[in-house]
């Protein structure tokens, strides 16, 4: 079993929809977590940070739930330009050293 | 401010054949990292540095070796390509205390 798993996809999405991606992970001592979203043949760039119970960032709500490990991802009034794939990543603890999922690929149709 | 850049950006390599990939970070950033992406295996950790003159093994160090002779630069050696290490190549890089990578754009090597 990966350490970070991720539902592949793809979830094809008409614009302005609600998506929610979830993603577990199997590292109980993991403290911090991350969204990256990769654009086809390109880097990964942070999306969002989850440290604690969630966070928001206008269409973007990050959610953890210790208990059950793992952490969900939600798009609202998705744009065209979100259409992406989306990684999920936890923090090892040591090193500074981040442990990725496969990611969920995203296309958003108009 | 141009982050992480690496070079070059695509090559093809005859299995043997030896190579060196470098990343150079701007951002005086202690942490530096190599990775490989492959379809259906994800971002996988090849070596990576806490500082300058040091390095680490990662996930998948086999047929790799690095070098981090100034802060601002990673090199990734590949001394005989073999067809396996066809592969997208990012570099990445942190601030000590901090977890958020910044990832150069990539460098795609085949290995014929």
């Known amino acids: 079993r990966k350490e970070v798993e991720q539902d592949p996809g793809p979830f094809n999405v008409p614009e302005g929809a609600t998506v929610a991606f979830n993603c577990t992970y199997s590292n109980s001592a993991s403290q911090s977590f991350f969204w990256y979203r990769q654009d086809c043949r390109k880097e990964p760039k942070l999306l969002m940070s989850v440290y604690s119970s969630g966070n928001e960032d206008g269409r973007f709500t990050a959610q953890l739930n210790r208990a059950s490990q793992y952490i969900s991802l939600l798009i609202r009034d998705s744009k065209l330009s979100d259409s992406a794939t989306y990684l999920c990543v936890a923090h090892a603890g040591n090193n500074r050293k981040l442990i990725w999922g496969l990611g969920t690929s995203l296309a958003v149709n108009p | 401010n141009a982050g992480v850049t690496q070079t070059p950006k695509f090559r093809v390599l005859k299995t043997g054949q030896s190579m060196t990939l470098l990343c150079a970070q701007d951002m005086n950033h202690e942490y530096m990292y190599w990775y490989r992406q492959d379809p259906g295996m994800g971002l996988r950790l090849i070596h990576y540095?806490?500082?300058?003159?040091?390095?680490a093994k990662g996930e998948v160090p086999d047929g790799y070796n690095v070098s981090r002779l100034k802060k601002q630069n990673f090199l990734l050696g590949l001394e005989s390509a073999a067809p396996s290490q066809t592969s997208v190549y990012f570099c990445a890089s942190t601030i000590a205390g901090k977890e958020t990578q910044y990832f150069g754009p990539g460098t795609r090597l085949l290995v014929l």
């Open positions: 540095s806490v500082g300058e003159g040091t390095t």
